[in-house]
């Protein structure tokens, strides 16, 4: 028996997981010859690799490579998603580099660039502004390097974002994004007043039928991945506030889905419709006001503000943080100065 594994279009974080329930009459034979025969398309090197990961169980118990199945295991496996079928080429765009060693890369996306190559964007990815970066380095010992992902961030979100640079770091990365042991903050902008300072989001989230660009939730689990938000109230403005969020899961769009599922889309979503007047008052001046903030920042206000995580080799914590872009602290700037203008005149 095999569960069915979870799909790049319903996650942010590249892995799958198998789960395989072994026959009653299965020969002993090692785990690895057994999963190669059950895995679609998989090489021995992705399964060697998940095992030195740890992420190759039986019965709940990690693994190595060489244990021999026998009847009724039950055996789950995460990998690291294989390299895209897409030839990606370098190219020559500047990138933000937080932090770096041989293992992995921590980057600041800027807003308006996609992570990787497909569906119309082929060029002008993040990963082909890495892979430029990676092989054009001054003493790299190794011109064939290319990055390894691990998750991803929307096209229009700002923010850190991670990469491995060799299929181990991959795998054991992988590992925790699927354990949810990833700790990760976004810092967004939304449509109303929240009635809570704190509150926690869940909904399974899965793809729109009647959009399939966009996100939905649903109640029934078999048509969406469970998926949980953590928030707090950062500052009001009145009609909109700052809040900071915490995952737990990595769903497409989670954030965004989430926060207009409760009535908060955020602001300037054009996908979930954030990119309206949804909060205020009918006045031109008002009106005016909020269209130079989308004119200020055409994208939903959201940024992957900091990401905490087990290092592939030192098995030490570390973590990385980074400012708010230039768009968004126009953004809020406005907001304050709005705000208080309109407390000032509420007490005259």
């Known amino acids: 028996m095999i569960e069915r594994p979870e799909t790049p279009e319903e996650s942010n974080e590249l892995y799958e997981h198998f789960r395989f329930t072994v026959d009653k009459g299965q020969a002993p034979v090692r785990v690895d010859k ?25 019965n709940t118990k990690v693994i190595k490579s060489n244990y021999k199945v026998k009847p009724l295991d039950i055996i789950s496996i995460v990998m690291a998603y294989p390299p895209r079928d897409t030839e990606i080429y370098p190219e020559n765009i500047p990138i933000s580099v937080v932090y770096e060693d041989d293992d992995i890369l921590v980057v600041n996306k800027p807003a308006g660039m996609v992570v990787h190559p497909g569906h119309g964007n ?22 064939d390097s290319k990055p390894f992902l691990v998750h991803r961030i929307d096209k229009d979100t700002s ?16 590992k925790q994004f699927f354990n949810h042991t990833i700790d990760r903050t976004y810092v967004a902008l939304v449509w109303g007043n929240m009635k809570d300072d704190k509150g926690t989001i869940t909904g399974n989230i899965g793809r729109d039928v009647r959009n399939r660009l966009v996100m939905t939730i649903y109640d029934d689990e078999e048509k969406g991945r469970s998926a949980v938000t953590h928030y707090e109230v950062i500052e009001r403005f009145g009609y909109v506030t700052l809040v900071a969020c915490r995952l737990e899961t990595g769903r497409t769009h989670q954030i965004r889905v989430h926060f207009r599922h409760i009535g908060h889309p955020l602001f300037n979503d054009e996908s979930y419709g954030g990119n309206k007047i949804l909060k205020g008052t009918v ?31 030192t098995g030490k914590h570390i973590s990385f943080d980074s400012e ?25």
């Open 122 to 143: 082929f060029t002008g990815t993040l990963q082909n502004a890495v892979l430029y970066y990676l092989q054009n380095k001054p003493g790299n010992p190794d011109p």
């Open 159 to 174: 923010g850190i974002l991670l990469i491995a640079k060799n299929e181990l770091a991959q795998a054991r990365l992988a």
């Open 34 to 58: 057994y999963l190669m025969a059950r895995i679609e398309n998989v090489s021995r090197n992705r399964i060697q690799n998940a095992a030195r990961a740890g992420t190759i169980l039986v």
């Open 283 to 313: 006045f031109t001046k008002y009106r005016q006001f909020v269209e130079n903030c989308f004119l200020v920042m055409p994208r939903q206000a959201l940024h992957a503000k900091s990401l905490g995580f087990i290092h592939p080799s």
């Open 324 to 348: 708010l872009p230039d768009d968004l602290k126009s953004v809020i700037k406005k907001w304050s100065e709005y705000s208080m203008h309109e407390a000032g005149e509420k007490v005259r």
